[in-house]
């Protein structure tokens, strides 16, 4: 018989619990394995699933895991059923077939039994040095198919009812470089995996079997019910935004139509470029693994993050496009390049939406594009004196500056101004150094204008070393956003794009691509990671002049680009004044007219106006630009149709592919409303439509 009441207190409690066994195993994952990535960078987690692969709990730095938990796990049980016994550990890396968000990220996962009855299962992930393939560390730039990239493993057992399955484990220690290496780190997610699900049978045996697991349910339907809730505030209607990735002077399309209806979220990828020989393609539990954590660290962050966050959100990927790929797509970067830039064009969509939701509270959280699609990771590699190689994957490449939002700027060197709580993973230099053959030459915060804004984006990570102790090393560079960079939102500017730059013994610079294998950087020249930055918010000619004077002060930038960007003289208020009208008005004198120019100023509806987009809103059936009063469009156009349009080439002819800045502009006083970074040729990169806008009437025919 079921319990007819669950005491709040007593599922806090049992959340609780459970959220310590996951801490408890992540310490035991960083006391067993072995290399910098994991104890240092600590690219790990831990997961907790219910008997069936629903997600009840995640720990560790790498959230994203927790999503790509269930699919591995969901995949297993579907191989094996009811063959699955107690003491079994089972392997998966493939993402064509059972495994996580890359080969490398492999998913260790172990059946949690009470008796004969399985309860649940813990999965214990981190990123290995090496998986095999064309290159050390098996991010394949120069793949064109799966085959070339790694030792793919599908869902197979590494113990078998508590015996290690030897050949399985000589397979892989056969396939992978640095064998020693991943088996140790290998077996530290082993030793993870056997805490939580030691630790979480006893919590069954105090909680009795029959209240666990009803527990588990209703803590997963709180969940739901009230993250659908919070879903219903956002204005009903379709958001549509649009991004590109890159591989080389290619662009690849992801757009995202959004539509919000009845407490769900469903974000459709139709409209996406084929998938392609590239190793960055992807599959939807990937993005949606990365998409739902970035929604609730927007929308529930205060709600556990289980089953129920992920119930009401639902993606659209066609099959054989790059969201969605079929074997022999390479898949060596299926979590970065497509999977980031189509989880942060979700995002953008989210944010349109709540740009035109006056009853949501989560409005105070818009922001530019989320800078996990900036990132610049790389691989560096080098012989070992007895033979065989060791290997250092740089994550100070994750740290991306972070956009800005309503009311404030970026945070530097990464992560979002709100989201979850993670552990920073900057790796201690002397440890980096005490490992591999390098000097480390400076960390520090990168100069200039990149997404300015009303409010700046922060500044991205400046990172360089050189060889030390070894002749040479050797390369694998997986970046993104070399040309097209990160968008701002109400008239804020895109941000910094990734420079990889390799400085010569003989004063030459070589910059690189972002995407690259064989990169040699030798003995006497030294290595410069320059990485990108989010995008702004407002208008840049909006932001307080003392703001600019501090940032100029603090040499964020140079004197130059505080007049060009911001239209600011240091010292001098009325030269400030007069120098912004000049910028403004040259604007307007460069821009296309509106598209649609509005015959008459009508007289506005009675009634409060409603928020449409920063810095537009809707009164009844007409868009207005909300400082100057200027009427831009009538419903259902687009609020952009009364907006004169300013496009400028980001890279001069002949220095980089087309990439343009499209900036819609109040048509009175030519303040930005909107800036975007767009690939030439694309004429509708975004979409706001609530429904109460598409179904404006004029108050006589209403």
Known sequence: MKPKHFDPIDLEVLRSRLETIGEQACRAVEQTAVSPAVTESKDYSVTLLDADGKLVHGSGVVIFHYGAATHAVRS?????????????????????????????????????????????????????????????GSFAPDATECYQESFRVPPVRLFREGVEVSEVWDLLAT?????????????????????????????????????????????????????????????????????????????????????????????????ASPQCPHFFNSKPYIIAAELVVMIAGHLALDLPFDEGIFAPVRLICPEGTIVN???????????????LNAAGVGMQALMLALGASPDAPQRQYIGGASWESAIGPQLWSWPMPGGGQDAFLVLDGQWAGG?????????????????????????????????FPLLFLERSTREGTGGAGRFRAGAGNLFSFRPHGTDAIHGTAFGMRRWLPLQGIAGGQPGSCNEFLIHRADGSTEMLDVSCSGALVGVDDWYEIRVASGGGYGDPLDRDPATVEADLAAGRFAADEARSTFGVVAGDADATRALREKLRRARLIKAAAPAKILSTAEKLPPGEPLPLFPGVVQHGHIAVAEASGAQLARAPDHWTMGCACLTERLWPEGEGPAVLYRSWLDPLTGRALHVEAVVDGDTDSFMVAPRRWIEAQPAEVA
Request: glycine share 10%.
């Open 175 to 271: 396939n992978v470089r640095m064998a020693e290496l991943v088996e140790m780190d290998l077996r530290g997610l082993v030793a993870g995996a056997h805490l939580a699900t030691t630790r979480t049978g006893e919590v069954v045996a105090q909680t009795g079997l029959e209240s666990f697991l009803r527990s588990l349910e209703v803590i997963r339907d709180l969940t739901e019910n009230e993250f659908r809730k919070r879903i219903a505030l956002l204005a009903d209607g379709t958001y549509r935004a649009t991004s590109w990735t890159e591989y080389g002077e290619q662009f690849y399309k992801i757009p995202c139509t959004l539509t919000v209806a009845q407490g769900s979220l469903t974000f459709d990828f139709t409209g």
């Open 325 to 339: 790929c079929l074997p022999p797509a390479p898949i060596s970067a299926a979590h970065m390049h497509v999977a």
């Open 403 to 435: 956009s800005a939002g309503a009311a404030r700027d970026g945070n530097d060197h990464g992560r979002n101004t709100f989201g979850p709580a993670v552990e920073a993973s900057y790796p201690d230099i002397e440890v980096l150094e005490s490992w």
């Open 76 to 136: 297993t049980i579907a191989r094996y059923g009811d063959t699955i016994r107690p003491g079994d550990v089972f392997l998966a890396n493939d993402p064509h077939n059972g495994g996580g968000l890359h080969p490398q990220d492999v998913m260790v996962q172990q059946p949690i039994f009470v008796g004969e009855r399985r309860v649940g299962w813990s999965v214990v992930s981190a990123h290995l040095m090496d998986m095999g393939g064309m290159v050390v």
